[in-house]
């Protein structure tokens, strides 16, 4: 099926089952699409519409990523962050079409994104699904957005994915920019990293105050903040300031987890990123410091999960897959089902990362809701593997619009 102008035309579903994740129902006949919205579900008599014969398929709503890179080229470094903006953007477009073809019709870059990508998305130059950047990631001076090695003397100030902020004043004034140049969210390094040269793992970054006043403009403006973090201290360091969404959070213990729900935050898990890693390690060239970090966090993460539900913590779902690791994404799925059931699973990656985002109208299949849609041949419920099984067919509509799958 071809891609054409989302957003446009009358299209029935018919013969389907549509699964609800938000509420848990399933209806049985057919679904109506008019101008990339769902009108009717159930018994739709309309003779004068396209039609998309179903067959008893299964249509869930479309997935989201909450933790997405567009303007990854490579593992980290100064390489990512100075390469020519004409091929990081090219690639850009490589990278969303690949998720939409999977069936994530909205991702959320933490970490990249801008207001040309943006407009060139909104009027469809090229097939994506909806896009929610946060522009440069906000760093301290040595965190983890700092991609300098101690050994070299260079300067760094701003690249494509991250900026060196020091200082509440610097950054009232970075992210007072990032809304003014579109930004969904704001997001502040408040740990180490895997990748980044010079940052111990659990050791805290920026101060209280630092967060605090990103957080306070944030709020301010009707958003919120999203911090990567791994350990408890930083994770209670951040959410006791505000921050509400814990991305990674591989090393929380039941204390993080505790204080994740009492202020409201979600945790926003990466398995397949360090699970890629040690797989791929050398196909992409991670670093010997790289790969020592990735070992310390790469079997907690599901752990994580586990004291993040208990707690009562909303459990999103994210990948942070970098450069050519971008095709594990849907392995991140199976990997997430290893400590979620099959309902928990479907819901983190649609009405969860949809509540996190503020638009929850984008997890939910339901009469006016937007027709991002994931067709499946059998429901995810019942047979949990065809969520990531890429042999299997499946059909993605984008507004309503069949989504052209082929590379």
């Not at 990508?117 to 700092?146: E, F, I, K, M, N």
């Not at 260079?154 to 004034?173: A, K, P, S, T, Y």
């Not at 926003?268 to 310390?296: C, F, H, I």
Request: aromatic share 4%; hydrophobic share 40%; proline share 4%.
């Amino acid at each position: 099926m071809s891609v054409t102008s989302h957003g446009r035309g009358t299209l029935v579903l018919r013969d389907g089952r549509f699964r609800d994740p938000e509420s848990g129902t399933v209806v049985e006949g057919d679904l109506l699409v008019e101008d990339g919205v769902v009108r009717e579900i159930g018994d739709v008599g309309r003779s004068d519409a396209a039609v998309l014969d179903l067959r008893g398929a299964t249509v869930v709503p479309g997935f989201l990523d909450a933790h997405f890179h567009a303007y990854s080229t490579c593992m980290g470094g100064l390489e990512l962050e100075r390469r020519a903006m004409s091929f990081v953007a090219i690639n850009a477009t490589r990278r969303l079409g690949a998720r939409l073809a999977r069936g994530f019709t909205t991702v959320r870059d933490v970490a990249g994104g801008d207001a040309g990508l943006a407009q060139a998305l909104d009027q469809q130059l090229v097939a994506a699904p909806r896009y929610l950047y946060s522009g440069p990631a906000l760093s301290q001076t040595g965190g983890h957005g700092d991609p300098r090695p101690a050994d070299l003397d260079v300067c760094f100030h701003e690249g494509h994915m991250n900026e060196i902020v020091d200082g509440v004043d610097d950054l009232r004034r970075a992210v007072r920019r990032r809304f003014q140049q579109g930004a969904h969210v704001i997001k502040i390094m408040t740990s180490g990293g895997v990748v980044s040269p010079v940052d111990p793992i659990r050791i805290p970054q920026y101060s209280a105050d630092e967060v605090a006043a990103v957080v306070d403009e944030a709020t301010r403006r009707g958003s919120y903040v999203a911090a990567h973090a791994y350990s408890s201290e930083a994770v209670i360091h951040s959410v006791t300031h505000g921050v509400r969404s814990i991305e990674h959070g591989n090393l929380i213990d039941e204390t993080a987890a505790l204080a994740m729900a009492e202020h409201g935050a979600y945790l926003v898990p990466t398995l397949v990123t360090y699970d890629s890693m040690a797989r791929r390690a050398d196909e992409v060239g991670l670093s010997a410091v790289g790969r020592a970090k990735n070992a310390e966090v790469l079997d907690s993460g599901r752990q994580a999960i586990v004291l993040a539900a208990a707690a009562g913590v909303p459990v999103g779902f994210g990948s942070d897959l970098m450069g050519d690791l971008e095709d594990d994404q849907l392995r991140g799925l199976q990997l997430q089902a290893e400590v979620q059931t099959p309902e928990d699973l479907l819901r983190s990656i649609t009405t969860v990362n949809a509540a996190l985002f503020q638009r929850p109208e984008l997890g939910r299949l339901a009469v006016g809701s937007p027709a991002d849609l994931v067709v499946l041949g059998a429901d995810p419920i019942d047979d949990v593997e065809v969520l990531w099984d890429e042999s299997r067919p499946r059909t993605v509509l984008r507004a309503g619009v069949p989504v052209d799958r082929r590379p």
